[in-house]
């Protein structure tokens, strides 16, 4: 398991913007599995749908880059770079997420050449798949 505190030496984000807990599973160059906790006190409740909070599509697609990021930067065993997020393709939403729901975020490699990544990730709430896209990363210089 890779902890929140891991997690925040490998990625640049903070709060609000770092949007997984902890990963689960991992696997070095192949895949991770990571959890996010989704509650009421998430600032993009206030206004994404008042009255009927759902979580928006795009964060959910950046905790997906988060999950990834984490799996690229581990697997290179680099120090002193930074991953960015490159690219979205066949995204797709199938369920909201809401506030008490358990976001778990599965990230396979689909490919590695050098610097650059690709991923497949899905989004599931219990079980149910929520959402799913294909991602790409590059490793840089910070």
């Known amino acids: 398991m890779i902890t929140i505190t891991e997690i925040m030496s490998i990625l640049p984000h ?3 913007f770092l ?7 991992f696997e070095e160059g192949k895949s991770a599995k990571g959890l996010k906790n989704v509650t009421i006190n998430e600032p993009f409740f206030l206004g994404h749908f008042p009255g009927h909070p759902i979580m928006p599509g795009v964060l959910i697609i950046e905790a997906m880059a988060q999950v990834g990021g984490v799996l690229a930067f581990k697997s290179a065993n680099v120090n002193n770079k930074v991953v960015y ?4 393709d066949r995204a797709r939403f ?10 778990e975020i599965n990230m396979t490699v689909t490919k590695c050449r050098g610097a650059i990544w690709a991923f497949k990730g899905t989004a599931t709430v219990g079980g149910a798949l929520v959402a799913e896209a294909e991602l790409m990363a590059t490793i840089m210089e910070k």
Request: hydrophobic share 40%.
């Open 14 to 16: 903070r709060y609000p």
């Open 19 to 25: 949007l997984i807990d902890r990963i689960v599973e």
């Open 85 to 88: 997020f490159m690219g979205i």
């Open 94 to 103: 199938r369920k909201p997420v809401l506030p008490g729901d358990t976001l």
